[in-house]
Nanobody, 118 residues
């Protein structure tokens, strides 16, 4: 199983970034795909999730209206479009895959750093 994030970097406040996560080694369609983020010294928090069919999404209150999660079940990719970025969004962003019916089957990527300077 592999989850490989990309697209992180340095962006000015108010700017945009698009994160990508390439998934392999498992049946992508069976998994809920999510983005989490973590700041040093704080717990990892859920940013956005999308169910296998792609029609149901959920977002942290702090990113609603600014971030959009999407997935491509043909390419086995999941994306996070981040707009109106704020210094508070600075974190390492992780891709997560959780089996829709067996939550113990849960996988993580290594993360990609997003930095929004104040």
């Amino acid at each position: 199983v592999q989850l490989v994030e990309s697209g992180g970097g340095l962006v000015q406040p108010g700017g945009s970034l698009r994160l990508s996560c390439a998934a392999s080694g498992f049946t992508f369609n069976f998994y809920i795909m999510s983005w989490y983020r973590q700041v040093p010294g704080k717990e990892r928090e859920l940013v956005a999730g999308i169910r296998s069919g792609g029609g149901i999404t959920n977002y942290a209150d702090s990113v609603k209206g600014r971030f959009t999660v999407s997935r491509d079940n043909v390419k086995n990719m999941v994306y996070l479009q981040m707009n109106s970025l704020d210094p508070e969004d600075t974190a390492v962003y992780y891709c997560n895959a959780q089996h829709a019916w067996s939550p113990a089957m849960n996988y993580w990527g290594k993360g990609t750093l997003v930095t929004v300077p104040s």
